[in-house]
Nanobody, 119 residues
């Protein structure tokens, strides 16, 4: 059973930085993409950043030039460096790993970590 464990959330003042990390409990093969999503109260979950197997990266417009996604060489950890945080970045952040498996695709989610940015 694959589990994704997130860490690094917390409370920070506007303009501050946080680094989120997400580690898989076991190695996941045939990864298509690793990414971060967030969900603010009363809003739908939205994509923050995603990195494909080929290394292509997409960011939500709202976080471009402020957030950086990265992964380790073994594809067991995906991180999100967040700088110049704004109150509107407040949300629960979820990591996601999508992989191919026999019979289709597997989608793994972390439990979520709270990020709160005070003004």
């Amino acid at each position: 059973q694959v589990q994704l464990v997130e860490s690094g959330g917390g409370l920070v003042q506007a303009g501050g930085s946080l680094r989120l990390s997400c580690s898989a409990s076991i190695r996941i093969f045939n990864i298509n993409a690793m990414g971060w999503y967030r969900q603010a109260p009363g809003k739908q979950r939205e994509l923050v950043a995603v990195m494909t197997r080929a290394g292509n990266i997409n960011y939500a417009d709202s976080v471009k030039d402020r957030f950086t996604i990265s992964r380790d060489s073994a594809n067991t950890t995906v991180s999100l460096q967040m700088t110049n945080l704004k109150p509107e970045d407040t949300a629960v952040y979820y990591c996601n790993i999508n992989s191919a498996r026999v019979g289709g695709l597997a989608n793994y989610w972390g439990q979520g970590t709270q990020v709160t940015v005070s003004s």
